[in-house]
């Protein structure tokens, strides 16, 4: 399978090539040349596979021409150490559990198997790999704990001051490992401006073979495709119901609203999905009015959906050859606003026994708002409660213990200014 760029101003490449350079040469995001589709014969028997056999096949699918089934059933099996139960709420609402990976988010599996894919790509070159990788909060904790020990690999991080959780930032800082983290004194959206400029630099790239973990490499997309289709496997499973599924996605980057449109065009019998935004809507106003307006994002309580500027929106266009009205008719967009956010996790608290992280809970108000009867609607839950404390406490009055004291951090914080510069030094000294 050979990968082109959305941009088309670049020669397709191999997956190896996609995979150890992140970005195409012309700025573009990498897809599959051709999609395959899954035999219908499936999904007979979907019901009875467990997730890793599901991955198996459709891992398969994609990267069989250039993997052997034994690295691929390997990469798998060591991806997911953990389960994905879905969940069922009051009648006809599931929440299907990202969260059961070491950093307890679903970013746990797109950084777990692009690891490993780079490791494997790594192995035996002779020359170390470094990985670029920014992050508004859970992205970095994942892709440095799936990097871990990882060898002739090394990881850096930027990630934007102030806005990381205490547990996200102890995630970033492992004692003597192949891990590196710099705080920028800027956005998000600077942090990946600026590992965006790096990969455009060509003296930079003369020294380092450089690659991106963040959701643009296609290896962190192309697993989190895995579990669309196990949680279709699990409602057929539990419910028996195979019509009428309805997805809710939170949603910043788009990287999981890209793979699960890329399910959706391997077969995926989902009925339609929905793109959950918090008070960041470019994509639900993208979705209500065809108009793509990036902007500054704002701060809140779902804060790994801050994003102004969602990258993968290339991706998801090509997918519909630039059909806009194909796409607003299979994805709807909601925007929730803070206030309903902590009003759908105290409700669901109450009237489920439910916790509900503050990103579950934008997608469970949106599927509220959009779920017609006869239905069945799934929400991806993407991280565990116990990652956001604050609006947990404030909607339901539940606290966690601090599952890290602030006591000095593990190895020397990095702080540099937003400018691409300032990473440079960094990056050619190292
Ligand atoms: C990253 C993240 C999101 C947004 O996912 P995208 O695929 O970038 O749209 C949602 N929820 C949580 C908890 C996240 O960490």
Do not use: W
Not at 273 to 288: C, E, G, K, P
Not at 313 to 329: M, N, Q
Not at 331 to 347: F, K, N
Request: aromatic share 8%; proline share 6%; charged share 20%.
């Amino acid at each position: 399978m050979r990968f082109y760029s959305t941009n088309r101003q670049s020669a397709p490449v191999t997956l190896r090539e996609a995979v150890m350079t992140g970005l195409a040469a012309d700025g573009g995001l990498f897809l599959p040349e051709r999609i395959p589709v899954i035999p219908g014969a499936f999904f007979n028997n979907i019901s009875e596979m467990g997730i890793r056999d599901i991955a198996y096949v459709v891992a398969d699918l994609i990267l069989g021409e250039d993997m052997e089934s034994s690295v691929i059933k390997r990469i798998v099996n060591e991806t997911f150490t953990f389960e994905v139960p879905l969940v069922p709420l009051t009648s006809d609402r599931y929440v299907l559990e990202l969260f059961h990976g070491p950093t307890l988010a679903f970013k746990d599996v797109g950084a777990r198997f692009l690891a490993r894919v780079i490791g494997y790509y790594s192995a035996g070159t002779g020359r170390g790999v470094k990985v670029l990788v920014a992050t508004s909060g859970d992205s970095g904790g994942a892709v440095a704990n799936g990097f871990l020990g990882i060898p002739g690999v090394e990881v850096c991080v930027l990630y934007p001051h102030g806005l990381l959780t205490p547990l996200q930032r102890a995630q970033l800082y492992y004692p003597g490992s192949n891990i590196r983290a710099i705080e920028v004194l800027g956005s998000f959206d600077d942090c990946q401006r600026m590992v965006k400029q790096a990969f455009s630099d060509p003296v930079l790239r003369a020294v380092h073979t450089l690659t991106s973990a963040n959701s643009i490499n296609i290896c962190r997309l192309l697993p989190q495709t895995f579990y669309f289709f196990h949680a279709y496997a699990s409602l057929v499973h539990t419910d028996g119901v195979g019509s009428g599924v309805v997805m809710s996605i939170p949603s910043g980057n788009l990287g999981n609203l890209t793979a699960a449109l890329l399910a959706y065009r391997m077969g995926l019998p989902v009925k339609r999905f929905i793109v959950a935004n918090n008070a960041n809507s470019v994509t639900a106003d993208y979705l209500r009015d065809g108009v793509f307006a990036p902007r500054r994002a704002v701060r809140t309580v779902a804060a790994a959906m801050d994003v102004g500027n969602p990258s993968n929106i290339s991706r998801i266009t090509e997918l519909f050859d630039g059909d806009y009205s194909a796409l607003s008719e299979l994805v709807a967009g909601y925007s929730i606003s803070d206030s309903e956010i902590l009003e759908t996790m105290s409700e669901t608290y109450r009237d489920d026994g439910y916790l509900l992280d503050p990103h579950g809970a934008t997608a469970l108000a949106a599927l509220k708002r959009d779920i017609k009867p006869g239905e069945k609607g799934v929400v991806l839950e993407t991280a565990h409660p116990a990652k956001f404390p604050r609006p947990v406490a404030e909607a339901t009055g539940i606290t966690f213990a601090p599952a890290v004291r602030q006591e000095k951090p593990l190895r020397k914080e990095v702080r540099i200014s937003a400018s691409y510069d300032a990473l440079r030094k960094i990056l050619m000294q190292v």
